[in-house]
């Protein structure tokens, strides 16, 4: 009886690791135009505000946030960075930044519409948003105006939990405040493009987030599949290493 939850366990073991790698290849693919509502695409709406600037605590640390415009995005996620990955020693460790958890690359408008994003790839650092093309024509049809890396500024637990839930494909909606801050104890100080046709160092948008919103969530089949594949590995890798060590070898009939 061992012998045989032993062979299942291993099957469960071979099935659910190529699910997972099965899910892993099209769990953030980025989905085809028409799955968006291309009208909601349109370009951020940015105005003057008049929220005072503000101190804020977040893990200790005390951050003077100062408002500069009002600000509301719609756009389809292509990217991020988590302040608290592994790899990044500049957030927590030399910065003390725990006000920024999350950077979101995020694209609108013709770079929607016309599809471009998918002959494209997207990859975030600490803190850049980087899109490579193939060749100079898929390049020409991409607009870096239509593309912003946004670092946000996350104070409420419910906006940081609907935030963190973001991921590649997602549609969403963001507003607050485009903000600088800073953080007297170490000087440390980070300001904000006001503008989407800036580059190079100092041209991401840096939100103070009021409402995180996903608009329609991208996969959803392909990242269930993963999730689900991703614990029944577990568990059949426990329960198959378990049934090694336990199961006595099966003996072969003696002849005489």
């Known amino acids: 009886m061992l012998q045989q939850f032993q062979a299942i366990s291993r099957w469960g073991v071979i099935i659910t690791f190529l699910l997972l790698l099965l899910s892993l290849l099209y769990k953030d693919r980025l989905p085809d135009p028409d799955y968006y509502e291309i009208g909601r695409l349109v370009d951020p709406v940015q105005e003057s505000t008049y929220r005072s600037p503000f101190w804020i605590e977040a893990e200790g640390q005390r951050y003077y946030v100062k408002p500069l415009y009002d600000y509301a995005l719609e756009g389809v996620v292509v990217s991020f960075h988590d302040a608290d990955s592994f790899g990044d020693i500049w957030h927590h460790d030399r910065w003390k930044d725990f006000l920024n958890v999350r950077d979101l690359c995020v694209i609108w408008g013709a770079n929607v519409s016309n599809g471009v994003y998918r002959e494209m790839s997207f990859d975030n650092d600490s803190w850049t948003c980087w899109a490579y093309w193939p060749d100079a024509q898929t390049g020409a049809n991409f607009s870096m105006t239509q593309l912003s890396n946004n670092h946000l500024l996350v104070s409420d637990d419910y906006v940081k939990e609907a935030l963190m839930s973001a991921e590649p494909g997602d549609h969403i909606r963001i507003s607050g ?69 336990i199961t006595p070898p099966v003996r072969k009939p003696t002849r005489y």
């Open 177 to 245: 405040q485009l903000a600088s801050y800073e953080n007297p104890s170490n000087n440390f100080k980070r300001g904000s493009s006001t503008r989407r046709d800036d580059r190079g160092n100092g041209a991401c948008e840096t939100i103070y987030v009021e409402n995180f919103e996903i608009v329609s969530k991208a996969n959803v089949r392909w990242r269930g599949v993963y999730t689900f594949s991703a614990w029944s590995l577990g568990l059949s890798l426990t329960a198959f290493l378990i049934l090694f060590f």
